[in-house]
């Protein structure tokens, strides 16, 4: 018996070194070491990255449920139904948005005159909640006037389903802002909303408005609070705003001006979005930026769920992608409004009272500076044009402004001839950051484990701003590619020195409206729902503990490389919780063993208690979606643990998270 175990032993320890393994590496013998804290992990290291692409302001976050609330659109009824006597008018109250509706006598008492508004994909509504309707309203002298609002059913038009109604007089002929809430008798995803002329005098209404009455933190000019919670939940260190592509517009005239997203929500100018149009497969005539949600609402936001701000401004190009040749850009000795535009957005963030900018931001309804730290400048630009654009905007703010990080782009890929010239350009220009972007398949995910060990120390820090696994063929939030996101990220956790932000892209979806996907969150009017991304984005950022601690196999660190089984680690010490936090990756179909050694504890010493956390799928190819939200959600147990060492098996195709006390 002895002489056949000695035998398989030998065939064993043959087939090992055949295959090229090592013992250690057949049993995945990973040393953490425990008394060599590393670098510190930014707080901003995992965050958020929002752009108003898949309806994600407007339609999405934003609460507002009335499209063309202003009749601003290039069709100024787009959205909108119109019976009866009605006609638009161009000398409304807000300057910027100049258009609002006269509803007058139809001529016959049995004719109406009134208007419906389609909502996204609908006006949804739930029963028995409270939803606040206004408009700017007047009717003409000595002759008051009345409306009759309802939230209706329109699959029974004919015989219609009035689910909420409310009756508003207009008495005054100067505008005056009307509210009345409605609550529906019952949910409806497809609603409309309705209003009447009730009187045979006329009224003007302007700016209708509907939003429900619960909204994130309570804000009237709020957010959907079922997505901004999800947002909050991650717990992320940072918010990147407004955008990517829209920073950029399709052309100068159409990028995105924080300055029309400021001040009273009525006066601010709509502008086109790029997403509209940019994907003919996907195209959405109706999409537009109200600005509803704009700069102020980002810097709150960002305050209430604990994130720090990062806006995005223009740098006096228009998207390279659709604009070839300098025309279409602002010649560098032309730049300063645009500079400006970066100044007085620190000064709004920022500044005092006495400003002008942190005047109108006290005037919103936010006396305190934001404490802003970070302003990127450009989102995905190459060639020589950029660093000649951005050099003068460095040197402005650094002047004004010396303590505000600055982040540069490295255009829209992760390597190749443009990445390898801008790199070197932001290291000149002495950037604080450098933006990366990598939309990849899995292969690519699966080779970059390492991507950063061998990263410049000395010069700017990686933002790894846009990222996302896109399956090949299969572009859309399966369990799998969420699996190499976390595969990958063990990569940005090891090399926390050089990586100080990551933010996955884009963030939401909405579920009819979308041009982009995967994503990390989806939603349709009443509901959203976290991806797997989701789920590894909120372990991540949940569980980034405070220190890297190195973690090898065999004197390596763990990136997949060939003879690691499939294998992604890396480890963190939080100071806080006094926990040693491991995270691996199984991309493989194999389970592994996982033996966790903890190096340099003091002799004697125990661990106590091991949690773990996995997130794992029924196939690698599922996915959560409104119907079936939790088919992939984080499961936490616990492991038994004592000594310095933690002995266990990974599941194939599994993201653990070790927490050990
Ligand atoms: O996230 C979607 C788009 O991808 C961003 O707008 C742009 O920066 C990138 O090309």
Same mark, same amino acid.
């Given at each position: 018996?002895k ?19 090592t013992?250690?590496?057949t ?26 692409i898949?309806y994600?302001?407007d339609?999405?976050?934003y609460a ?6 202003s ?23 807000f ?24 909502g996204f ?7 028995g ?50 509210t ?5 008798s ?17 009224v ?7 939003f ?31 955008g ?54 980002f ?5 209430e769920i ?5 806006p ?36 709004f963030a920022?500044?005092d009272?006495?400003?002008?900018w ?5 005037q ?42 600055i982040?540069g782009?490295?255009?829209p890929?992760?390597?190749?001839k443009?990445?390898?010239y ?29 991507r950063y ?15 996302a696994?896109h399956?090949?063929?299969?572009k859309w ?43 990390m ?5 009443l ?27 065999? @004197?390596?660190?763990? &990136? %997949?490389? +060939?003879? #690691?089984?499939?294998?992604f680690?890396? *480890?963190?010490?939080? /100071? ?6 491991? @995270?691996?990756?199984? &991309? %493989?179909? +194999?389970? #592994? ?5 903890? *190096?340099g504890?003091? /002799? ?9 956390i ?17 088919t ?5 147990s ?24």
């Amino acid at each position: 018996m002895k002489t056949i175990t000695r035998h398989l032993s030998a065939l064993m320890i043959a087939a090992v070194c055949g295959s090229g393994l090592t013992s250690a590496q057949t049993t995945n013998e990973m040393t953490i070491q425990t008394n060599k804290i590393g670098a510190e992990i930014q707080p901003t290291m995992y965050g958020l990255f929002f752009e108003d692409i898949n309806y994600g302001a407007d339609g999405g976050l934003y609460a507002e449920m009335i499209k063309n609330r202003s009749f601003e659109f290039p069709q100024n009824f787009m959205g909108w139904n119109t019976f009866g006597n009605v006609s638009l008018k161009d000398d409304g109250p807000f300057e910027k948005n100049p258009h609002y509706v006269r509803l007058s006598n139809p001529g016959h008492r049995h004719k109406r005159t009134g208007l419906d508004n389609e909502g996204f994909f609908g006006v949804a509504f739930r029963k028995g909640e409270e939803y606040r309707f206004s408009v700017w309203a007047r009717c003409a002298k000595d002759a008051p006037s009345k409306i009759r609002v309802e939230l209706i059913d329109p699959k029974s038009m004919g015989e219609t389903q009035v689910l909420a109604k409310q009756n508003i007089e207009v008495s005054s002929p100067e505008w005056q802002k009307y509210t009345v809430i409605l609550t529906p008798s019952e949910t409806e995803t497809k609603g409309r909303l309705r209003i009447f002329l009730d009187s045979d005098n006329s009224v003007d209404l302007e700016h209708v408005s509907l939003f429900p009455v619960e909204t994130w933190q309570g804000h009237e000019n709020g957010l959907r609070k079922d997505i901004a919670q999800k947002l909050a939940d991650i717990k992320p260190g940072l918010l990147r705003f407004p955008g990517g592509c829209i920073v950029e517009g399709t052309d100068l005239e159409t990028r995105y001006q924080w300055k029309n997203s400021v001040g009273p929500v009525e006066n601010r100018p709509l502008n086109e979005n790029r997403w509209e149009y940019t994907f003919p497969h996907r195209f959405f005539p109706d999409y537009f930026q109200s600005y509803g949600l704009g700069f102020f609402e980002f810097f709150q936001l960002s305050e209430e769920i604990g994130a720090e701000p990062l806006p995005v401004l223009n740098v006096g190009l228009s998207c390279q992608y659709q604009n070839k040749g300098p025309k279409a850009h602002v010649p560098v000795d032309e730049l300063d409004p645009y500079i400006q535009d970066a100044l007085d957005l620190i000064e709004f963030a920022n500044g005092d009272t006495t400003t002008t900018w942190g005047k109108l931001r006290a005037q919103m309804g936010h006396p305190a500076p934001f404490g802003m730290k970070f302003i990127g400048i450009g989102n995905e630009q190459w060639d020589s044009i950029y660093p000649e654009h951005l050099k003068p905007f460095i040197t402005a703010i650094r002047a004004k402004y010396p303590d505000i990080k600055i982040v540069g782009s490295s255009g829209p890929n992760s390597e190749g001839k443009d990445f390898d010239y801008l790199w070197p350009e932001m290291r000149k220009l002495k950037a604080d950051l450098v933006d990366e972007h990598f939309y990849r398949p899995e292969s690519w995910f699966l080779s970059q484990g390492a991507r950063y060990d061998n990263y410049d120390r000395k010069g700017p820090k990686v933002f790894a701003g846009e990222y996302a696994c896109h399956g090949k063929g299969k572009k859309w939030n399966h369990f799998n590619a969420a699996l190499l996101e976390a595969a990958f990220m063990t990569g940005l956790e090891r090399n926390a020195d050089v990586v100080h932000m990551a933010t996955y892209a884009p963030l939401l979806a909405h579920v009819e409206g979308w041009q982009w996907r995967p994503d990390m969150i989806w939603f349709d009017n009443l509901r959203s729902v976290p991806t797997s991304s989701y789920y590894v984005q909120q372990l991540y950022a949940t569980n980034k503990g405070t220190n890297v601690l190195p973690l090898t196999m065999d @004197k390596k660190p763990v &990136t %997949g490389a +060939e003879g #690691q089984n499939g294998l992604f680690a890396s *480890a963190v010490y939080d /100071k806080n919780t006094r926990e040693y936090i491991v @995270k691996v990756a199984n &991309t %493989g179909t +194999e389970p #592994q063993p996982v033996n966790l050694n903890f *190096a340099g504890m003091k /002799k004697g010493s125990s661990l106590t208690s091991c949690r773990v956390i996995t997130l794992d799928a029924p196939d690698p190819e599922s996915e959560n979606t409104l119907e079936n939200p939790s088919t992939v959600t984080p499961k936490e147990s616990t492991l038994p643990i004592s000594g310095q060492k933690l002995t266990t098996t990974i599941s194939p195709l599994t993201f653990a998270i070790y927490i050990v006390k």
